[in-house]
């Protein structure tokens, strides 16, 4: 065996070393406080501190800036295992990662050495200010402006929904550097925008499920960054850099979604074995057998997937189609399996001394963000007719 391939051995040793660690932290220090802080829709800040610890802010950020580097493959794997017991908390590193991957990927030499040792500490957390009250999808539409004013930028308008936003210290903004380019897209770019005056958090949103994170709306009136902090120091970008980041973005969410599947499987399969009726324990009955093999099906096939994108991503190939099916495949494996897990529990499922409807709650979320599923089976239909033309 070369070096090379002894390297890679130990590097991916090391990285299953560090999945563990993840999966056992989760279980001991995530499992008990869940329901609490979901519960009271509370800002877990002792679990932030930990995940700190853990190193999971540079989980992969490139070890030249103080990050871990995982690969994508390693780094899905670890957001399965913490979704599987809580999703919420992977959100918060999920959105930062995002932030700083766009950096590592666009950013200027400057802004990768003045930003990215400090998210990997985690003692910058950044959020994605992309969304406004009339633009999600369509991102194209956005109204936020960044008007030029010397060396700085003006930046006016609003966003929402944005991940991180109250406890976070910055945002990567997307904004329309020339709101009358045509097309659209080339008059779009992407601020690295700092806390500070005409910044405005405007509140908490109240959600159905995804508690205890901080998703807010935003306000700019005025607000000044300096024109150092566009990413890549060129105009016109902002649109590719963002779509850019999707591949990734995409193979987190559908982890998201199958963690909260195998979450909701193994949650099923405790208590159809614990649960007894017509004398015997449900998992006896054919109907409760249907529902967990189909679960099983999906969170295999969701994981299968996963896998194949991010170890494409990881060869340095372009996963549009992959990444796509992934996410897909991952979103709508959590919001079935949870729903059938929902049914198993029977009028338990109702009753929050039990959990299994905190993973319910929180199901539907991976299947709009990151591109609503609708949009990814349009993304996976003309990925398909492209490779086959005829
Ligand atoms: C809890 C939560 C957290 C979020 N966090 C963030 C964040 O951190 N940062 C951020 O920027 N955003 C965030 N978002 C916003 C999220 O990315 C958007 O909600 C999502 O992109 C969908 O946009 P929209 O809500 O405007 O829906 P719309 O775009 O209005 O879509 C409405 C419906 O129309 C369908 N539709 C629209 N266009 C098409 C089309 N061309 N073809 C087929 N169907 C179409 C959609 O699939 C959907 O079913 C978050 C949202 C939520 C709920």
């Known amino acids: 065996m070369n070096d090379i391939a002894h390297r890679n051995i130990a590097a991916s040793e090391e990285q299953q070393v560090f999945v563990d660690a993840v999966e056992s932290w989760a279980e001991k220090e995530l499992r008990p406080v869940a329901r609490k802080f979901d519960q009271a829709d509370e800002y877990p800040h002792e679990i932030v501190e930990q995940m700190k610890e ?129 097309p659209r897209h080339t008059g779009m770019s992407l601020l690295i925008a700092d806390k500070g005056p005409g910044f405005h958090v405007v ?91 189909d679960m099983a099906t999906q969170v295999e096939g969701a994981k299968r997937l996963i896998e194949q994108a991010a170890r494409k991503f990881d060869a340095g190939e372009r996963c549009d189609l992959e990444a796509a099916m992934a996410k897909l495949a991952g979103s709508e494996a959590g919001a079935f399996c949870s729903q059938e897990a929902m049914r198993i529990f029977g009028g338990y499922s109702y009753s929050v001394e039990y959990e299994i409807e905190r993973y319910y709650r929180d199901a539907m979320l991976m299947c709009i963000g990151e591109g609503t599923n609708e949009i990814l089976r349009t993304v996976i239909a003309k990925q398909l007719v492209e490779r086959y033309r005829i």
């Open 203 to 293: 509140g908490k949103l109240k959600k159905m499920g995804y508690r205890s994170i901080d998703t807010c709306e935003l306000n700019f009136q005025d607000f000044r960054v300096p024109r150092s902090q566009l990413l890549g120091g060129v105009e016109g970008k902002g649109f590719y850099q963002t779509a850019g980041g999707l591949e990734l973005g995409r193979i987190n969410v559908a982890a998201r979604g199958a963690g909260i599947a195998e979450g909701s499987l193994k949650h099923a399969l405790r208590y159809a074995q614990e649960r007894s009726a017509f004398g015997k324990p449900i998992w006896q009955h054919q109907a409760v057998q249907l529902k967990l093999a």
């Open 54 to 182: 853990l190193g999971l802010f540079g989980a992969t950020i490139g070890e030249e800036y103080g990050g871990l580097g995982l690969s994508a493959w390693t780094y899905a794997q670890i957001v399965v295992k913490v979704a599987s017991v809580w999703m919420a908390p992977s959100g918060i590193f999920n959105s930062h990662l995002i932030m700083a991957s766009a950096i590592e990927r666009a950013g200027t030499e400057e802004q990768k050495r003045s930003y990215l040792p400090r998210m990997a500490t985690g003692e910058y957390r950044g959020s994605v200010g992309l969304t406004e009250p009339n633009a999600g999808s369509d991102l194209q539409a956005i109204h936020t402006v960044a008007t030029r004013d010397g060396d700085d930028y003006l930046v006016n308008g609003n966003k929402t929904w944005i991940t991180n936003s109250l406890h976070g210290h910055g945002t990567l903004l997307l904004v329309k550097t020339d709101p009358a380019a045509e």
